[in-house]
């Protein structure tokens, strides 16, 4: 789910003239994409899976170990943390490092690379799907062999896509760090000062603009603050969390509500893709980079999330709080739940983010100043994040009322 406020920084309808006023910073010529920006993170996602098991294997024989040999398995799983960590980590350098990048190859590079950051989610919604509805937990064989066979797919398009124009390629840069929000507002000023006859597909996208954010705001006040809300009790007490989660499903289950929730979750998706396949054209600073990775993770995170959580209840079971965690005992107790810790954990801080630079781009489409918007964003980052730490305790089996 992509901000709905976002800004193109070569929008069809703004002016050349107006956005070279901006400052830019230096000039360079596009020659060929390093293989370096987004080869690591491919094989990183490739191995994914097998790092999972691995971190997994290892936490368990470290919880079960003693002296020297716990240790070792200690050192083992944290290794394995890494490793899944690792296509997230590698997809956003590479990212950050061609975000001035706009030629064919550099623009599927960006998509591809946008994949690799939400392959926690990406990886589950695709064990899931080859399991069908009838499996809890998908098929892990069936699924591995899919993961494995669409990234080769992936990774031969990317190589092979833009080669011929590539070589004729320009890449001219945009401004980036604090000149953002410059080029942002110089963008809106001409769409706004444009009295011509926008494109088709320009009205659609800035259709799909409004219509995401109030999607957003909408999913925020009728569903997800409260849910999460409702997550925090869990690090009091279960009980106390099943007595608050009975209370707001009266609301968001009920039957005029949910399959309102879903449509509006299918409609920040769709106008979230919208936006992307817009976004990814262009260039970016960092902030816009950001913002578009923490989306597609998001929107990859609700598809599987959905996907698991209509499934368990088509088999009859309770989507409650040892549904998400594993039990009493919290995640790492359950080599399953264990497996979905990162996902989790990821997702709550991509909210967080997206949230917080949603948030600081209508604040300078509304002409608030840069340092206000920015500060506005991180207190929304931090809020988000401290409560994303705390719900990811409770997941863990922290509790502080006993």
């Given at each position: 789910?992509?901000?709905?406020?976002?800004?193109?920084?070569?929008?069809?309808?703004?002016?050349?003239?107006?956005?070279?006023?901006?400052?830019?910073?230096?000039?360079?010529?596009?020659?060929?994409?390093?293989?370096?920006?987004?080869?690591?993170?491919?094989?990183?996602?490739?191995?994914?899976?097998?790092?999972?098991?691995?971190?997994?294997?290892?936490?368990?024989?470290?919880?079960?170990?003693?002296?020297?040999?716990?240790?070792?398995?200690?050192?083992?799983?944290?290794?394995?943390?890494?490793?899944?960590?690792?296509?997230?980590?590698?997809?956003?350098?590479?990212?950050?490092?061609?975000?001035?990048?706009?030629?064919?190859?550099?623009?599927?590079?960006?998509?591809?690379?946008?994949?690799?950051?939400?392959?926690?989610?990406?990886?589950?919604?695709?064990?899931?799907?080859?399991?069908?509805?009838?499996?809890?937990?998908?098929?892990?064989?069936?699924?591995?062999?899919?993961?494995?066979?669409?990234?080769?797919?992936?990774?031969?398009?990317?190589?092979?896509?833009?080669?011929?124009?590539?070589?004729?390629?320009?890449?001219?840069?945009?401004?980036?760090?604090?000149?953002?929000?410059?080029?942002?507002?110089?963008?809106?000023?001409?769409?706004?000062?444009?009295?011509?006859?926008?494109?088709?597909?320009?009205?659609?996208?800035?259709?799909?603009?409004?219509?995401?954010?109030?999607?957003?705001?909408?999913?925020?006040?009728?569903?997800?603050?409260?849910?999460?809300?409702?997550?925090?009790?869990?690090?009091?007490?279960?009980?106390?969390?099943?007595?608050?989660?009975?209370?707001?499903?009266?609301?968001?289950?009920?039957?005029?509500?949910?399959?309102?929730?879903?449509?509006?979750?299918?409609?920040?998706?769709?106008?979230?893709?919208?936006?992307?396949?817009?976004?990814?054209?262009?260039?970016?600073?960092?902030?816009?980079?950001?913002?578009?990775?923490?989306g597609v993770y998001l929107a990859f995170f609700l598809a599987s999330h959905i996907w698991a959580t209509l499934g368990a209840r088509f088999h009859?079971?309770?989507?409650?709080?040892?549904?998400?965690?594993?039990?009493?005992?919290?995640?790492?107790?359950?080599?399953?739940?264990?497996?979905?810790?990162?996902?989790?954990?990821?997702?709550?801080?991509?909210?967080?983010?997206?949230?917080?630079?949603?948030?600081?781009?209508?604040?300078?489409?509304?002409?608030?100043?840069?340092?206000a918007a920015n500060r506005s964003a991180r207190l929304v980052f931090l809020f988000g994040s401290a409560a994303s730490a705390l719900i990811v305790?409770?997941?863990?089996?922290?509790?502080?009322?006993?």
């Amino acid at each position: 789910m992509l901000s709905s406020s976002q800004t193109p920084y070569a929008s069809s309808m703004a002016p050349a003239a107006t956005l070279a006023e901006v400052p830019t910073i230096g000039a360079r010529r596009a020659t060929t994409l390093p293989m370096v920006h987004w080869v690591p993170a491919v094989a990183a996602a490739m191995i994914y899976p097998v790092a999972l098991r691995f971190a997994i294997d290892a936490l368990h024989a470290a919880q079960t170990g003693d002296g020297f040999a716990r240790a070792l398995w200690g050192l083992a799983a944290l290794l394995g943390l890494i490793l899944i960590v690792a296509p997230a980590a590698l997809a956003l350098r590479g990212l950050l490092a061609i975000r001035l990048d706009t030629t064919p190859k550099a623009i599927a590079v960006r998509r591809l690379l946008h994949f690799a950051v939400a392959v926690p989610p990406a990886y589950l919604l695709c064990i899931r799907i080859a399991g069908g509805m009838n499996s809890l937990v998908g098929n892990v064989a069936s699924g591995l062999i899919a993961w494995w066979g669409l990234w080769i797919v992936l990774a031969a398009v990317v190589w092979n896509v833009g080669r011929a124009a590539q070589a004729s390629s320009d890449s001219t840069p945009a401004p980036v760090g604090s000149r953002a929000a410059a080029i942002e507002r110089a963008s809106l000023a001409a769409r706004s000062a444009d009295t011509g006859t926008p494109s088709f597909l320009s009205t659609v996208v800035g259709r799909a603009r409004k219509v995401h954010r109030l999607a957003i705001v909408a999913i925020l006040a009728s569903f997800l603050i409260a849910h999460l809300a409702n997550h925090l009790f869990a690090l009091w007490s279960v009980p106390a969390q099943h007595t608050v989660m009975l209370a707001l499903r009266t609301w968001y289950r009920a039957v005029w509500m949910e399959p309102l929730i879903l449509a509006l979750f299918a409609v920040a998706a769709l106008t979230g893709l919208l936006r992307f396949g817009r976004l990814t054209r262009g260039q970016a600073d960092a902030f816009r980079v950001v913002q578009t990775v923490s989306g597609v993770y998001l929107a990859f995170f609700l598809a599987s999330h959905i996907w698991a959580t209509l499934g368990a209840r088509f088999h009859g079971i309770d989507t409650d709080w040892a549904f998400a965690s594993g039990g009493r005992a919290g995640m790492l107790a359950s080599g399953v739940a264990a497996a979905v810790l990162v996902y989790y954990a990821f997702a709550l801080l991509a909210v967080a983010t997206h949230a917080g630079l949603g948030l600081r781009m209508v604040l300078l489409s509304r002409r608030v100043r840069t340092v206000a918007a920015n500060r506005s964003a991180r207190l929304v980052f931090l809020f988000g994040s401290a409560a994303s730490a705390l719900i990811v305790a409770a997941l863990l089996g922290v509790r502080l009322g006993g």
